[in-house]
């Protein structure tokens, strides 16, 4: 089943498709319009902002926080009732060095905001922080998608791993295109819709 979505589609695979077409679309607009540089790094309003961005023309729900529990595989994320006081935890984190830019994401991750998304959203709103505190970015193309995958799922836990990983793909190409957009390639960083999707707890 797909999820409730703008554009009246019921297959999941077929959303899915349309869901990174339109995405893409729109986060070359976020990054030419300058619109990412009017937000405050690190906030949960504007990752909100970034979300909404991306997906209100595909979700009712784009850019508000869920109001369901979710998992991935035997991980849950953040339940509903202390959703809230995380992210405002979050908001409060110190972002001064790398090591506190990716404890922040980690957080973030295991938050888990919102239905759907939430990958693309943060991997921009992660970006914006590293841009502006330390003039740096990711270069997702130079980060394999397993490794990635496999140290955020330990990250919770240990998050020595994905400091590493993130650092060794450090650039200060902030202003290049190409390395902004692999960082929303969902072919690239999910290997199939379903296999590391968020399910919907039914409690």
């Known amino acids: 089943m797909a999820l409730e979505n703008?554009?009246?589609?019921?297959d999941s695979a077929e959303l899915a498709r349309m869901e990174e077409k339109i995405s893409k679309k729109k986060a070359i607009e976020l990054f030419?319009?300058?619109?990412?540089?009017?937000?405050?790094?690190?906030k949960f309003i504007s990752l909100a902002a970034i979300h909404k961005y991306l997906f209100d023309e595909i979700y009712d729900f784009a850019g508000m926080v869920r109001d369901v529990n979710l998992a991935k595989?035997?991980?849950?994320?953040?339940?509903?009732?202390?959703?809230k006081a995380a992210l405002e935890h979050i908001d409060a984190m110190p972002q001064s060095t790398y090591e506190e830019i990716v404890e922040k994401y980690v957080e973030m991750n295991i938050a888990h905001?919102?239905?759907e998304g939430n990958?693309?959203?943060?991997?921009?709103?992660?970006?914006?922080?590293?841009?502006?505190?330390?003039n740096l970015v990711v270069d997702w193309s130079k980060v394999d998608k397993n490794d990635y995958l496999l140290a955020m799922e330990r990250s919770p836990?240990?998050?020595i791993e994905i400091?590493?990983?993130?650092?060794?793909a450090l650039t200060?190409?902030?202003?290049?295109?190409e390395i902004y957009m692999k960082g929303i390639d969902t072919s690239y960083y999910y290997e199939g819709y379903m296999v590391y999707k968020a399910e919907e707890l039914g409690v």
């Open 32 to 42: 030419e319009s300058g619109y990412l540089e009017s937000l405050e790094a690190g």
């Open 172 to 177: 200060e190409k902030i202003g290049d295109r």
């Open 119 to 134: 990958g693309r959203s943060m991997r921009i709103w992660f970006d914006l922080m590293l841009k502006k505190e330390l």
């Open 73 to 83: 595989g035997n991980f849950r994320f953040a339940p509903v009732m202390y959703l």
């Open 157 to 159: 836990v240990k998050d």
């Open 163 to 168: 400091k590493y990983i993130l650092k060794e």
């Open 6 to 10: 703008k554009l009246g589609i019921t």
């Open 113 to 115: 905001p919102f239905r």
